[in-house]
């Protein structure tokens, strides 16, 4: 069957808006002298981007930082391990695995600001190690259409030309030329994206809060064909469409807008998405740190936190336990608990939900479960670097990373200089809990790794195009579960990888970085952020938030901890205006005219 392909409905909006040129520019790196901390003791539980983020802070400013890491290596979420240890022979280095996909999305606030601080150990700054994503992404809608996406640096859009008219006519078109929508789809489609990028705060809070995006878009209504766009925000790293409340998608499209009318965040490059260009801890989390620990602070690794004890209104220690069941006392003068919710929350005894009652609301925030597994090849593949399958019953994403490391002779530098390719597989929460396989019509958790495996690659090879060669088993050197998996007899359980869930009313239930306890502090991609989702840019800025708190609370000032505010893009403004109006009403959105959400 030949294949239609399309380039993307986004790269077609951007077209028929662009003017010529693009805006915004890296931003200088920046670090600050160490002062004002006076050796106070801070204890950090949780080395991902959160946790790092709020020693760095605290570090350069005279604070004695002690950080506990659950996990054998730093990162959290974020982390890249050995695939599996010994796999590297002659001097290379063990295969290389990632826990999951890590994109920067081009409207990130506060990353760019925070890698562009920490020294490369080769050279410039670990900011440097981030790329532009390529050419070369396609997403395979059904059997005979795919969907190119360009990621190179767009054109500015020109706000004159920013209307909604033009936008809901551009969506419409899009939609029609991929030919496997109705009508009704198409209009149904099109004033709900426009609807979700022009409602106000108003309804955003009062409405899309309370709502899952595929409520919102009411999805039950339609066709089979048109069910795909219920999937759009599941790429592994989000909440799946059914849970994922509307607002948070629309802080997303908004997200987008910013980013094509006034430019990418700080230090960011301005192409669709940004990865990079090696293994995240041999470029991110090893200089970060090296750099830490020239500033004094201490890493433990193989330490979970598994109590805070709380007294006179204070913390006044945590018990953490090794590997071997070892408890240890941690003593400190503030605290910082920056781990996923799911274990954030047994954390909160009773006398410390009495003290603040935000902190037992924790308990009520969802995870939903993220994952996957690498596959190296004896061959380079003729294949996209990165590629998303909408159409096979798991839904993976694929990610060549060895492609995407150019400056990497992978066969000369990991495993035993046979593995030239290494891809990089994730799955969906759908696919892990209730989405049954073509062989053995299981979902993902209840095959044995060996059936895991083979369903996997019997998808590959069926609904990937010339995936009966690109996969074939003389082309596969080996397959490894990520660190996220572990294999247990016959089935898979996971190991601590799971994502915030951003479901309806959640923020009601998400904490602050800075508590009612006034030595306790939180971070993470579960705490409110401007992105209000579980992301790397989120984290890191609940990092430098809590980092805040803990200045305010030591009576410290000078140099002040950069974060960075979401603001309204220009171009929506008066948008968003005149629907706080018609939600004051109790009317529906303007272009929300295709069967209306519920107020």
Request: hydrophobic share 40%; charged share 20%.
């Amino acid at each position: 069957m030949t294949r239609r392909r399309f380039v993307s409905g986004a790269g077609a909006v951007a077209a028929g808006l662009a003017a010529a040129g693009t805006t915004g520019s890296a931003t200088a790196a920046t670090g600050h002298a160490a002062s004002g901390g006076h050796g106070r003791r801070v204890a950090v539980f949780g080395a991902g981007p959160a946790g790092m983020s709020v020693a760095h802070e605290l570090a350069e400013r005279g604070f004695r930082v002690d950080i506990y890491e659950r996990a054998g290596t730093i990162g959290g979420k974020c982390r890249s391990f050995p695939a599996q240890t010994g796999t590297g022979s002659g001097g290379r280095k063990d295969l290389p695995g990632e826990i999951g996909p890590h994109f920067v999305l081009p409207f990130y606030l506060n990353f760019g600001e925070m890698l562009q601080r920490i020294p490369s150990s080769r050279g410039g700054n670990v900011l440097d190690h981030f790329v532009q994503g390529p050419p070369d992404v396609r997403a395979l809608l059904w059997d005979d259409v795919d969907l190119d996406i360009p990621s190179m640096p767009w054109p500015a859009l020109d706000p004159a030309k920013f209307t909604p008219d033009v936008l809901l006519e551009l969506i419409t078109n899009f939609l029609r030329t991929l030919g496997h929508l109705t009508p009704f789809d198409e209009a149904l489609l099109a004033s709900k994206y426009v609807a979700l990028i022009t409602s106000g705060p108003k309804r955003q809070w009062g409405q899309l809060e309370n709502s899952s995006y595929s409520n919102f878009l009411r999805a039950d209504l339609l066709s089979p064909n048109g069910q795909f766009f219920r999937n759009a925000p599941m790429y592994p790293g989000w909440s799946p469409g059914d849970r994922m409340n509307a607002r948070a998608w629309a802080f997303v499209l908004h997200g987008f807008i910013a980013w094509l009318t006034n430019g990418p965040g700080p230090g960011l490059h301005g192409a669709l998405f940004e990865v990079a260009d090696g293994p995240l801890n041999e470029v991110w989390f090893d200089p970060w740190a090296d750099h830490l620990r020239a500033h004094g602070v201490r890493i433990h690794t193989g330490q979970t936190v598994t109590r805070l004890s709380y007294a006179d209104g204070r913390i006044d220690g945590a018990i953490v336990r090794d590997a071997a069941g070892r408890q240890t006392e941690v003593r400190a003068d503030y605290f910082v608990v920056a781990v996923p919710n799911d274990r954030a929350a047994p954390l909160m005894n009773d006398r410390i939900v009495a003290a603040d009652p935000a902190l037992g609301r924790i308990a009520r925030l969802s995870t939903f479960w993220t994952g996957g597994f690498q596959i190296f090849f004896n061959t380079v593949p003729e294949a996209p670097v990165f590629q998303y399958d909408f159409n096979s019953p798991w839904q993976m994403l694929q990610i060549q990373w060895s492609k995407w490391w150019k400056n990497t002779d992978f066969a000369a530098e990991y495993g035993d200089g046979k593995a030239k390719a290494y891809f990089g597989f994730d799955m969906l929460d759908a696919t892990w809990n209730d989405t049954p396989g073509i062989l053995y019509g299981k979902p993902a958790r209840d095959c044995s790794e060996k059936e895991l495996f083979a369903e996997i690659l019997a998808q590959l090879r069926k609904y990937t195009p010339d995936g009966e060669r690109i996969f074939a088993d003389s082309a596969v050197h080996s397959m490894y579960l990520n660190d996220g998996m572990r294999a247990t007899g016959n089935h898979i359980e996971l190991n601590g990888a799971g994502g915030f869930d951003v479901t309806p009313n959640c923020y009601r239930d998400q904490p602050e970085p800075v508590t009612k306890i006034p030595n306790l502090f939180l971070a993470g991609g579960h705490v409110r952020n401007n992105l209000t989702s579980d992301t790397m840019d989120g984290a890191i800025e609940t990092g430098k938030r809590a980092a805040k708190g803990v200045l305010a609370a030591a009576g410290v000032s000078g140099s002040p901890v950069t974060v960075r505010e979401r603001t309204t893009p220009p171009v929506l403004e008066p948008l968003w205006n005149h629907d706080d109006l018609r939600y004051s009403l109790g009317l529906p959105n303007a272009f929300d005219v295709v069967a209306p959400s519920a107020h």
